[in-house]
T-cell receptor
Framework: GDSVTQMEGPVTLSEEAFLTINCTYT??????LFWYVQYPGEGLQLLLK?????DKGSNKGFEATYRKETTSFHLEKGSVQVSDSAVYFC?????????FGDGTTLTVKP | DAGITQSPRHKVTETGTPVTLRCHQT?????MYWYRQDPGHGLRLIHY???????DKGEVSDGYSVSRSKTEDFLLTLESATSSQTSVYFC????????????FGPGTRLTVT
């Protein structure tokens, strides 16, 4: 079946540091790929998405590129802020259902 | 905001009692989902629905049932609650388009004592 593996956390960075959270997936066909973010006490929110190979999703300074050859969708941000502290989930959607990674907790210190 | 509400937001119940959680949406989306979130497990799909009275099982459906008699409501029932069902439950809808991204409700924190 489909699966998503993402970088284990927690990740702690200083403000303005570069962020990478790795995500790889296993799925047949051509799934859509997503990053969601969850702030404490809230549900998940869509951060960015990509629907086909080589697409780049971007939002709020975050980027991720759909790499079919490496089955990856790594999340990056050039300069993180304290307000980016949250849990980040990589996910794929195929056949009417989504599959989520286990989440990576990011803490950004001033 | 996809207009998703969940009720109750918090519940404490005893082992062996039935519990029903409600998810309500205001925008007539066809696909609805129930997930549970536990530390170290991310989100796991319990059941989902692709229309009124059309539902299917997810990866952790044992001990749960669902019903969808109206487009806007998707109910999750724990037939006889157990301590292993203590969790945070999220409802989601999927927006039809080129990617079917999901929008989530605020969650229900359920504690089974």
């Amino acid at each position: 079946g489909d699966s998503v593996t993402q970088m284990e956390g927690p990740v702690t960075l200083s403000e303005e540091a570069f962020l990478t959270i790795n995500c790889t997936y296993t799925a047949t066909g051509y799934p859509s790929l997503f990053w969601y973010v969850q702030y404490p006490g809230e549900g998940l929110q869509l951060l960015l998405k990509a629907t086909k190979a080589d697409d780049k999703g971007s939002n709020k300074g975050f980027e991720a590129t759909y790499r079919k050859e490496t089955t990856s969708f790594h999340l990056e941000k050039g300069s993180v802020q304290v307000s980016d502290s949250a849990v980040y989930f990589c996910a794929l959607h195929r056949g009417g259902k989504s599959t989520f990674g286990d989440g990576t907790t990011l803490t950004v210190k001033p | 905001d996809a207009g998703i509400t969940q009720s109750p937001r918090h519940k404490v119940t005893e082992t062996g009692t039935p519990v029903t959680l409600r998810c309500h949406q205001t925008e007539n989306h066809r696909y609805m989902y129930w997930y549970r979130q536990d530390p170290g497990h991310g989100l796991r799909l319990i059941h989902y629905s692709y229309g009124v009275k059309d539902t299917d099982k997810g990866e952790v459906s044992d001990g749960y049932s669902v019903s969808r008699s109206k487009t806007e409501d998707f109910l999750l029932t724990l037939e006889s609650a157990t301590s292993s069902q203590t969790s945070v439950y999220f409802c989601a809808i999927s927006v039809k388009g080129d990617s079917y991204e999901q929008y989530f409700g605020p969650g229900t924190r359920l504690t089974v004592t």
